[in-house]
């Protein structure tokens, strides 16, 4: 294999590499702002009455969304189950849940735990600590994982340079005594593994201090509010 061959391998590695980049800094910006919009507006919020029978809530899984809950609906004008309900306490219990106007997976997420939270402690005062926790956890979960992926592009820049100055060496070898005649090939190889490193780095610090520095303040914000 020749010095040619090499710089051939290494711009082609360069330019996978860039659009590798390029590819994870956006998904990485459409995931900052969907956690940007983890929590809805409060019009956007609701407590829904339900009225559910009391077999459904001694079921072991209470995994259930709030659309197969439905059916259970208080404000429900015609339910299935209008003439066999009875009584709250001996057949069913009536149960505020959290609905909400939102596609975000998260907070549907966030949502769907209180619920659970809230029909296993049906009858019992509602512990914020614990909700709050439940909002913090999957919060939480969301923004690490994201913030892991923000310097994704610096690493796989820096690998690029290496990259070139491993090429760089390997081409002064093959050249021999003539290596000097190779220090500028040398040098342009490296220039054009840096290229890499620097759309990296430029990623990574738009999405980071420009995107998600700004989420974390309105998370920590929402979460308090």
Excluded: H
Excluded at 140 to 153: F, G, H, I, K
Aim: with cysteine; glycine share 6%; net charge negative.
């Amino acid at each position: 294999m020749n010095s040619l061959d090499l710089d051939y391998i290494e711009k082609v590695v360069i330019i996978c590499i860039i659009i590798a980049q390029t590819g994870i800094s956006i998904y990485v910006a459409n995931a900052i702002f969907k956690l940007n919009r983890i929590f809805p507006k409060t019009s956007k919020l609701f407590l829904k009455p339900y009225a559910i029978p009391i077999d459904i809530l001694r079921n072991v899984d209470l995994k259930l969304g709030l659309e197969e809950l439905d059916r259970f609906k208080a404000d429900q004008p015609e339910s299935d189950s209008s003439d066999e309900i009875g009584n709250e306490g001996e057949n069913y219990r009536m149960i505020n849940l959290i609905s909400a106007q939102t596609k975000n997976s998260t907070f549907l997420n966030i949502s769907n735990s209180i619920n659970v939270y809230l029909l296993r402690n049906q009858g019992a005062a509602a512990d914020f600590n614990l909700i709050r926790d439940i909002v913090e956890r999957n919060s939480d979960a969301e923004y690490e994982s994201v913030a892991a992926m923000v310097s994704v592009p610096l690493y796989l820049g820096l690998m690029g340079t290496i990259l070139g100055i491993i090429v760089g060496l390997l081409n002064l070898n093959i050249a021999g005594e003539s290596g000097l005649d190779n220090i500028q090939p040398f040098v342009q190889g490296v220039i054009t593994a840096m290229a890499a490193s620097f759309w990296g780095l430029f990623c990574s610090v738009i999405n980071s201090n420009f995107n998600l520095n700004s989420v974390k303040r309105k998370l920590e914000s929402s979460k308090n509010s």
